[in-house]
């Protein structure tokens, strides 16, 4: 994992923000995902959509 983080380090962050910034807007998340994943691991979008939205907590 560490070489796939190396070599898609700089496309990462920019789709992580990318990630973050849909989000934040509430726009359709899926297809930014699509996008994202081809550079990121699921750590690295669980970390980012979790630094934005916080925990999920389902209602009771």
């Not at 550079?39 to 925990?55: F, P, R």
Request: glycine share 4%; aromatic share 10%.
């Amino acid at each position: 994992m560490p070489t796939f983080h190396k070599v898609w380090q700089p496309e990462s962050m920019i789709a992580l923000q990318k990630l973050k910034e849909t989000v934040k807007r509430h726009d359709n998340v899926f297809d930014t995902l699509m996008d994202v994943a081809k550079y990121c691991s699921i750590g690295q979008l669980c970390n980012a959509l979790y630094s934005v939205g916080g925990m999920y907590r389902r209602s009771m």
